[in-house]
């Protein structure tokens, strides 16, 4: 299922620094969509959402931003810290159900 | 906060053998999931299930599985013949008011690795 992609399997970004994660989708019936974060050995814990009707939203040192007619979406953690090392799924709603991405790994270096 | 729980977090199984994965929702939850996840594969959608019957799966979720809210509390998957392709994290989720219906994120479990011998 290549619906919501993820080209970048790993990303390295200084502490304090900005870091975006990728994402591209290919179905325009997708109207929600989600980021995730996970750590291992534990589930996938919520992040930010955005709305396809919607171009930005921002919570806190996160935001996430839609392009609808490039299919893609971005995630800007600002200004990223050792903490949210993690692996970052990106995750799209058609119906019941979520497509997700292959993920990013994360490494906020100190 | 409130969360998911998912038990048991390992289970093993020999190949053939029914399984039973249970999950407790968030208490205000109406709609319930499973996930699974291959390792070293996405995150693949299995099942939703709303007001005790299920709105929609995948084509992954055959004869072999099925979904079950025993009381109030409580949501079970169960796979009927476990065979060694079975074995994956399987995640529950769940959220408030329907993903067709609102915004509203689906909060996940930890999981429950399945493994099939």
Redesign the interface.
Known sequence: DQQVKQNSPSLSVQEGRISILNCDYTNSMFDYFLWYKKYPAEGPTFLISISSIKDKNEDGRFTVFLNKSAKHLSLHIVPSQPGDSAVYFCAARRGNKLVFGAGTILRVKS | EPE?T?TPSHQVTQMGQEVILRCVPISNHL?F?W?RQILGQ????LV?FYNNEI??K?EIFDDQFSVERPDGSNFTLKIRSTKLEDSAMY?CASDTQ???YS?Q???????TRLSIL
């Open positions: 998911v998912q709609y999931y996930y996405k995150v693949e959608f939703s709105s929609e995948s995640f329907g993903s067709p915004n994120p689906q909060h996940f479990g930890d999981g």
